[in-house]
């Protein structure tokens, strides 16, 4: 994971919330996918919360795309908030 880059993960219920800050580049769009690879099966809902983002780079846009593309069976449904949202 980037040093400028960071998830901070937390549990609501059901729930899961991430919240990305830093810097939004290929290599944290990887670390996200591990996350919702890792955790995110379980959950009702994820909540990514992109507030707390400086840049987000082309790059990771794509990467997490693609990324997502990969999973056989995508991970809970997905709700992005904020002003740096992610989903297309």
Do not use: C, W
């Not at 830093?22 to 690879?37: M, T, V």
């Not at 919360?49 to 400086?54: E, K, M």
């Not at 990771?60 to 995508?74: D, I, N, Y």
């Amino acid at each position: 994971m980037g040093q400028k880059f960071r998830i901070f993960i937390y549990h609501n219920g059901e729930n899961l919330h991430l919240k990305l800050a830093g810097e939004f580049d290929g290599e944290a769009a990887r670390e996200l996918i591990n996350i919702l690879g890792a955790q995110g099966f379980s959950a009702n809902k994820i909540f990514i919360h992109t507030n707390a983002l400086d840049a987000v780079h082309p790059n990771g846009t794509a990467a997490f795309r693609k990324g997502l593309a990969e999973f056989a069976q995508p991970p809970s449904r997905l709700v992005f908030t904020g002003q740096h949202m992610l989903a297309a």
